[in-house]
């Protein structure tokens, strides 16, 4: 200890000095505290009693149970595939669709006249302010008439005119809002996937009208993004080639065809490749994206492809232009959308002219989800998922037939 802490210590503990203590004599001498001074010694170790450690609980650690997996029965039964809905079936699914929605139009003229003061109290949004939809010529054009209100654009509030040369589209519009129970289904986009694909095909037009001397933002924003799929179209990523040294590598696997995945892909690949080669972009050489190296990373197509296909997206209607974007989001490849464009619209009738078409709904929707189809029946469907696609990639193909489609006159 340090000679001057000793003395502070020693004195601190001491009696009273002399001068003071016959004056305190009588009194009851006072507990005396002890004050250590603490010291900071460099070096100092500390003892023991301050690096005991305390448990925060008393209980002792009890190791856990582990429960065996106890297996009643034999296993489960692998997945199969679920059968595929037959023609004979779709259609008479269809007709009794067709078939409810003429009895509720009818029970709904029944007793238009005849509603309840309380569904006239009842907001805006939750009632159908129209009866009957109609289609009327007027000025050049056909119009969507809700009662006596003409139908509008939802932005720019404008009336949404329809060409003479597109009767099954207007048709088809006419009946998509008769369908329609209320004001408030009319502003959800999923339940009118028509009107919003017409619209944007409308807005494309006025866009076209205020920029005639080159393209404007919405084109040039379409364009960019169809362009992104070129690199990755699903139609040009394939499987890896069969493997013949390992029958148990997944691209070994065939079907009952003795066909494998790589097989399909290719075969789907080169009818629409070539048919667009042939009659839409002449001379223009297409290659698959993904190597048979086994590189994830897409390569790119050779130099002159890109600027062809740009150039051709750039040229195309604001109806077509629409439709190759509805299309290419839906089946992911910007190719199937091309033909499906080029075979069913009124502006290109020359590219099937004297022939049958071969390329419609069905023909595209197999074309783009061929790996989805083999995996499908190899291990089954998942329910309320892989039919709610199939059917929703049939509806959008099928809505941009009847957008680009036409008379021709």
């Known amino acids: 200890m340090h000679p001057l802490s000793r003395q502070l210590l020693s004195s601190s503990c001491s009696h009273p000095p002399p001068l003071f203590s016959d004056r305190f004599a009588n ?16 070096g100092r170790r500390r003892t023991a009693a301050f690096t005991s450690t305390r448990a925060i609980h ?9 429960v065996p997996v106890y297996g009643t029965g034999p296993p489960p039964e692998p997945p199969t595939p679920a059968a595929e809905y037959a023609v004979e079936e779709r259609l008479a699914r269809r007709k009794r669709q067709a078939e409810m929605l003429r009895q509720a139009k ?85 339940l009118i996937p028509l009107t919003s694909l017409v619209c944007r095909a409308v ?3 006025a866009e076209d009208a205020a920029h ?17 799929y ?16 390992d029958p148990h590598a997944p691209s070994s696997y065939l079907n009952d065809e003795g066909k494998s995945l790589r097989d399909l892909q290719e075969e789907a690949a080169g009818g629409v490749v070539g048919w667009l080669t042939s009659k839409v972009w002449p001379g223009v050489n297409i290659v698959p994206v993904l190597e048979d190296s086994g590189s994830i990373l897409p ?11 740009q150039g051709w997206v750039f040229g195309l209607s604001c109806w077509e232009l629409a439709g ?44 783009v989800s061929v790996e989805v189809e083999w995996q499908t029946r190899r291990w089954g469907e998942v329910e309320d998922t892989h039919d709610v696609e199939k059917e929703d990639l049939r509806r959008q193909l099928g809505s941009v037939i009847l957008l680009v489609g036409g008379t021709g006159r």
């Open 212 to 228: 005639p001397g080159g393209p404007g933002p919405i084109r040039e924003s379409i364009v960019t993004g169809m362009m992104r």
């Open 106 to 190: 009818d029970i709904r003229k029944k007793n238009g006249n005849n509603s309840k003061p309380a569904d006239l109290n009842a907001p805006v949004l939750k009632r159908r302010f129209w009866k009957d939809v109609s289609i009327k010529e007027v000025i050049g054009a056909y119009q969507i008439h809700l009662d006596s209100r003409p139908l509008r654009h939802p932005t720019t509030k404008s009336i949404i005119r329809i060409p003479l040369s597109k009767p099954q589209l207007a048709h088809a519009l006419a009946v998509e809002w008769d369908q329609l129970l209320s004001a408030q289904e009319a502003t959800k986009q999923h």
């Open 203 to 205: 807005d494309i037009g």
């Open 27 to 42: 009194m009851v001498p006072a507990m005396r505290l002890c004050l250590t001074l603490p010291l900071r010694a460099a």
């Open 230 to 245: 070129l690199d990755t179209d699903s139609l040009l990523c394939w499987a890896p080639p069969a493997d013949s040294t």
């Open 324 to 367: 190759i974007e509805r299309a290419t989001l839906g089946g992911k490849s910007l190719l199937t959308a091309a033909r499906l464009v080029c075979e069913w619209s009124e502006e290109r009738q020359d590219l099937t002219q004297g022939e049958e078409r071969k390329f419609g709904v069905e023909e595209a929707a197999r074309v």
């Open 299 to 309: 390569r790119k197509q050779e130099p002159g492809v890109r600027e062809v296909v």
């Open 58 to 66: 008393n209980n002792p650690p009890k190791p856990a149970k582990v």
